[in-house]
């Protein structure tokens, strides 16, 4: 079998780099590669890269991630976010190649309690999400052998974090104050890599395979908590163990997000129900703390 990765140096696609590799030969490839174009705002480019491999699976880990530059910046989030994918499924089609490629719970509007399901009706709150669905929406409907994985709150140990950015704070300030009011779930690059392993196996197993798992799924590790959670999780787990630190912030303050105004609004709500998932790939979701506690472990 032969792989199409792109933006295989984000957080995800250098996951994805280690998942896939048992799978065939993969091509690898960011936007500065050379041999190939894999700049996702080389339309043309990007179409020729396709045409000359023949991938039988593309997996697009790329994107345009920063949230609160897109609201200045809407028409290259949406040439990267939604012209490229929608090129990418037009050309996977062409093949009989299979796309997968990734969105976010910010395609809903953050209302509510619930967890959403990839029933519900998306309603972006911001440039980024608005983007994201559109290359959700070009995917469907140009390619039918297509995975989208909705996920949240993504992690990795490789680069900065959120959890590193808390960890430093924590030593240097004896206050924290960390938004409470936003509900989710942390989400490592790893099980995407390796959820997205398992899928890719069972929907294109010669033996088994199986067109009708194409669609969206909502891929996020179980349970769920606030930032503010996340960072005390973070915090009290770094005080243990025998790489402990020592942390000079005792107080670690919720606030609401109102306290940290940003160009774009987040939603609240970010839950994802993962039963689709599950039930199609027979996996089970581990406990956010499980990848997180990991992470840690790695990196202290
Ligand atoms: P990262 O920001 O870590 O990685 C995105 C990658 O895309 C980077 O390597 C970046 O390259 C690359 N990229 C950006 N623009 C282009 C371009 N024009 N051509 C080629 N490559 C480009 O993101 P994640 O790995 O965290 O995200 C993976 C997927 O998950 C994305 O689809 C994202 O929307 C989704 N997601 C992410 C969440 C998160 O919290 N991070 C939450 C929910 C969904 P460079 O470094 O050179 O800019």
Redesign the pocket.
């Known amino acids: 079998m032969k792989i199409l990765l792109?933006?295989k140096?984000?957080?995800?696609?250098w996951e994805l780099q280690r998942s896939l590799a048992p799978l065939g030969e993969l091509i690898a490839l960011?936007?500065h590669s050379q041999d190939f174009c894999?700049?996702?705002?080389n339309l043309r480019g990007l179409a020729q890269t396709v045409q000359i491999l023949r991938p039988d699976l593309i997996v697009n880990?790329?994107?345009?991630?920063a949230v609160d530059k897109a609201e200045s910046e809407p028409e290259l989030a949406r040439v990267?976010n939604a012209s490229a994918p929608g090129l990418l499924a037009l050309e996977a089609q062409k093949l009989g190649a299979w796309l997968v490629h990734?969105?976010?719970?910010?395609v809903f509007d953050g209302s509510g309690t619930g967890p959403w399901a990839e029933t519900d009706v998306p309603a972006p709150l911001n440039v980024y999400g608005h983007t994201?669905l559109e290359g959700e929406q070009r995917i469907v409907e140009n390619c039918s052998n297509q995975l989208i994985f909705r996920?949240?709150?993504?992690y990795s140990t490789r680069g900065g974090n959120f959890a590193k950015t808390m960890l430093r704070l924590a030593q240097e300030r004896e206050r924290l104050t960390v938004i409470d009011d936003q509900v989710g779930a942390p989400t490592g690059?790893e099980l995407l890599a390796d959820v997205t392993t398992h899928a890719v196996r069972q929907v294109m197993s010669p033996v088994r395979q199986r067109p009708q798992d194409a669609g969206i799924y909502h891929l996020a590790a179980s349970g769920q908590t606030t930032w503010h959670g996340y960072a005390n999780h973070v915090i009290r787990q770094a005080e243990r163990g025998v790489n402990a630190i020592e942390i000079a912030a005792k107080n670690v303050v919720p606030v609401p997000t109102s306290a940290f105004p940003t160009l774009a609004r987040r939603p609240l709500n970010s839950r994802l129900n993962t039963d689709r998932l599950q039930a199609t790939f027979g996996l089970t979701m581990p406990p956010w703390e499980l990848g997180v506690n990991r992470m840690l472990a790695e990196t202290l």
């Open positions: 792109l933006g140096n984000g957080q995800v696609g960011d936007r894999g700049d996702l705002t880990a790329a994107a345009y991630t990267v990734y969105s976010t719970d910010y994201k996920t949240s709150w993504v690059a």
